[in-house]
C-alpha cells in the first residue's frame, strides 16, 4: 500500500486540483507550470491541513 503524500513541491503539483491543494497553492503550480517566475516552494494538502 502507497503512503499517501502530503507535501507536494511546486513542480510536481500541476493538475493536481483545487480540492487537494486549495485554490492558492492550485494556483501556484499552474504559474510555475506556464513559466511565470515563481519562487521554488511547496504546498501542503487540504488533507494534512485537515488531519492537524
Not at 5 to 34: C, R, T
Request: hydrophobic share 35%; net charge negative; with cysteine.
Amino acid at each position: 500500500m502507497a503512503e499517501k503524500k502530503y507535501v507536494y513541491p511546486f513542480d510536481e503539483a500541476y493538475g493536481l486540483g483545487k480540492e487537494l491543494l486549495g485554490g492558492k497553492g492550485a494556483g501556484l503550480a499552474e504559474m510555475s507550470h506556464i513559466g511565470v517566475p515563481v519562487p521554488e516552494g511547496f504546498t501542503i494538502t487540504t488533507e494534512a491541513c485537515t488531519l492537524y
